[in-house]
């Protein structure tokens, strides 16, 4: 750690984490659900564990990238952060908030909760992942305001490398975007098509700027390539990634009553979405097997690689397969698209996270470079154990996904959607069994920030 | 990347590729704009579809439902539960109150939501309102 104020950044880590550990509860709560229907009911039905499972997901990611803002944007500005107390102080506003929420969820009924947060004044709950009340919503505007404010004076006072800059603009982004989740029309159409400005946008669009810039800097760092190289990739990565993905916006416009030529926008533009994927996973390599030390830190390694991988496979490979509209007509609204939303998220997103944890925590615990070896094979374990667990959950959700669509939608006499659930049952519990290998990789990954032990040697040169 | 592909031609593109499809997204929402009247179904769009749709998100249907494919696939779809219930806004409204108000032991239960008559109305008729959306023919057939 090379400036004081990098260290906020680990608050926002050890949150970020503790609430992963959430997420992953709520999910096994709603995966059994899917094969044993009265479980926790009617206490906490379905659809709160959704939202617990789904929300958690989105906070934690969001401490996690505020994080990594905090730590490697004093680090390129090379300067002190504008002010860490406004850092501290955004933490735990956005902590409280988001526990409030998800004790909200928990413990009122979802319409007391909207009537207890005069929702009817503004109303923008009950939509898909913003099922925040709205006066979260308004703090989380607050919290990504200070929090620009704040990274942005101090990129202003510094120097401004091409890291720095497309990080701002991904997150400027994602603030932006997020105000059209108080858009909340009457007309259904409209209402569909303008959430997937926050939602697309989001997870295909300017967070791929945040992971293009988070995964530069922590090649970088691990393995001393020059800098001019890896920022040229980033660029044309970034610029394949917006270039693909804002008319990509198009594949979710299909069957929600926008006009038919967005099957033709939608399918090709979005067919070319896994293209900065790929050029991700071959910037990743490259920049390895390019290197120029061998960092001691070799989960951070493995991690950087793994989510350009994964996000390639999960967001590339499973978006492309049911993207095009003739197929989508099928898989729309499907357990293919739960299998595409598992992989891709835990990929794309979930791993950069991890990354850069795995790169900063030692150093914002004052080691020198790394953890020790003890600490990095229980880590490198939990990467593979939550890796493959999750690989094999989305396989099992597209076996349910595959037979979902032909018995509901494809053969010839089609069943009805209750009947086919109990057909495809079998799939659902093997994604059960996967996502508790999953919980126990991550509780390996807890556990190994806990195993102390003598640091590796610093960095040698190849 | 050879030396002939440079950063400032990367960053070029990155900024004129962004800006130039950011504008064509904005000229083609502009375009859907212009192609709604015919296809939304606003003229159905009653202040008792609106109060249906409020009670629709209030109590978080998307969490197990999917409307329009859209939401959790828990439950069934529901943007064409009024044509598979034979076009009955009084079939829907019958499921919804019939629901145990402790669930069905070992099985997928839909909520009590004790709705009074006025609600009831209103959600079915919302969902009578989304089933007339002119969707490009999906769901592929009547079990969604």
Same mark, same amino acid.
């Given at each position: 750690m090379k400036y004081e104020s990098q260290s906020v950044a680990?608050?926002?880590?050890? @949150?970020? !984490?503790?609430?992963?550990?959430?997420?992953?509860?709520?999910?096994?709560?709603?995966?059994?659900?899917?094969?044993?229907?009265?479980?926790?009911?009617? %206490?906490?039905?379905?659809?709160?564990?959704?939202?617990?499972?789904?929300?958690?997901?989105?906070?934690?990611?969001?401490?996690?990238?505020?994080?990594?803002?905090?730590?490697?944007?004093?680090?390129? @500005?090379?300067?002190?952060l504008h002010s860490p107390m406004l850092a501290k102080l955004m933490f735990w506003v956005f902590?409280?908030?988001? @526990?409030?929420?998800?004790? &909200?969820?928990?413990?009122?009924?979802?319409?007391?909760?909207?009537?207890?947060? &005069?929702?009817?004044?503004?109303?923008?709950? &009950?939509? %898909?992942? *913003?099922?925040?009340?709205? !006066?979260?919503?308004?703090?989380?505007?607050i919290v990504a305001l200070s929090f620009l404010y704040n990274v942005g004076f101090t990129v202003l006072k510094g120097r401004k490398t091409v890291i720095t800059l497309v990080l701002l603009i991904g997150l400027a982004g994602l603030a932006i975007f997020f105000l059209f989740s108080f858009y909340n029309p009457d007309n259904l159409v409209k209402d569909k098509y303008y959430w997937w400005f926050v939602v697309h946008l989001w997870v295909e669009g300017v967070w791929e700027l945040i992971m293009a810039s988070i995964l530069a800097f922590v090649l970088i760092k691990t393995t &001393?390539?020059?800098?001019? !190289?890896?920022?040229?990739? *980033?660029?044309?990565?970034?610029?394949?990634?917006?270039?693909t993905g804002l008319i990509g916006t198009g594949h979710h416009f299909f069957w929600i009553g926008a006009p038919e030529y967005w099957l033709w926008w939608g399918s090709i533009f979005s067919a070319l979405e896994p293209i900065p994927f790929f050029m991700m996973t071959v910037f990743a390599f490259n920049m390895v097997n390019k290197r120029r030390i061998n960092h001691p830190n070799q989960p951070a390694v493995l991690w950087a690689l793994g989510t350009a991988v994964m996000a390639f496979l999960g967001a590339g490979v499973w978006g492309f397969m049911h993207t095009l509209a003739p197929v989508n007509y099928y898989t729309h609204g499907t357990q293919i698209t739960a299998a595409h939303g598992h992989m891709a998220f835990y990929g794309a997103y979930v791993m950069i996270v991890l990354a850069i944890i795995s790169y900063a925590m030692p150093l914002l615990r004052g080691r020198k470079a790394c953890n020790s070896a003890?600490?990095?094979?229980?880590?490198?374990?939990?990467?593979?154990?939550m890796t493959i667990s999750m690989v094999f959950i989305t396989l099992f959700l597209t076996g349910a996904g595959i037979l979902q669509v032909y018995l509901q939608r494809f053969s010839d006499e089609p069943m009805s959607f209750m009947v086919v659930q109990d057909k495809i049952e079998l799939f659902y519990w093997m994604r059960e069994g996967a996502?508790?290998?999953?919980?126990?990789?991550?509780?390996?990954?807890?556990y190994s920030f806990f195993i102390g032990g003598e640091e590796r040697t610093v960095e040698e040169k190849v | 990347m050879s030396e002939v592909f440079t950063k400032s031609m990367a960053r070029n593109i990155f900024y004129g590729g962004s800006v130039f499809f950011f504008l064509?997204?904005?000229?083609? $929402?502009?375009?859907?704009?212009?192609?709604?009247?015919?296809?939304?179904?606003?003229?159905?769009? $009653?202040? $008792?579809v609106r109060h249906g749709k409020e009670l629709w998100e209030v109590n978080n249907c998307v969490g197990c439902h999917s409307?329009? +494919?859209?939401?959790?696939?828990?439950?069934?779809?529901?943007?064409?539960?009024?044509?598979?219930? +034979?076009?009955? $806004?009084?079939?829907?409204?019958?499921?919804?109150?019939?629901?145990?108000?402790?669930?069905?032991?070992?099985?997928?239960?839909?909520?009590?939501?004790?709705?009074?008559?006025?609600?009831?109305?209103?959600i079915a008729q919302f969902l009578k309102y989304a089933s007339g959306i002119n969707t490009n023919d999906w769901p592929p057939n009547i079990q969604g």
């Open positions: 680990k608050l926002y880590f050890i @949150a970020a !984490i503790g609430l992963f550990v959430g997420q992953i509860v709520f999910g096994l709560v709603m995966g059994l659900q899917y094969v044993m229907g009265d479980f926790m009911f009617p %206490e906490i039905p379905f659809n709160v564990a959704r939202m617990v499972h789904t929300n958690l997901l989105i906070v934690w990611l969001l401490f996690g990238f505020m994080g990594a803002a905090y730590y490697l944007i004093p680090e390129e @500005a090379e300067t002190e902590l409280v908030a988001g @526990a409030l929420t998800i004790l &909200g969820y928990l413990l009122v009924p979802y319409s007391t909760l909207a009537e207890m947060t &005069g929702n009817s004044l503004l109303p923008t709950m &009950g939509r %898909e992942f *913003l099922e925040q009340p709205t !006066i979260t919503k308004i703090g989380i505007v &001393g390539v020059d800098r001019e !190289i890896i920022e040229k990739w *980033l660029y044309i990565i970034i610029a394949m990634a917006l270039i003890a600490s990095q094979v229980a880590e490198m374990w939990s990467f593979w154990l996502g508790v290998v999953f919980l126990i990789g991550l509780l390996l990954y807890v | 064509l997204l904005l000229a083609l $929402t502009f375009q859907t704009h212009e192609a709604w009247p015919e296809r939304d179904n606003h003229e159905n769009l $009653t202040d $008792t409307l329009l +494919g859209e939401g959790a696939y828990f439950a069934p779809e529901l943007g064409n539960v009024y044509q598979r219930y +034979g076009n009955s $806004t009084d079939a829907i409204k019958a499921f919804i109150m019939s629901r145990p108000k402790e669930g069905i032991p070992g099985r997928r239960s839909m909520p009590q939501f004790n709705f009074d008559d006025e609600e009831l109305e209103a």
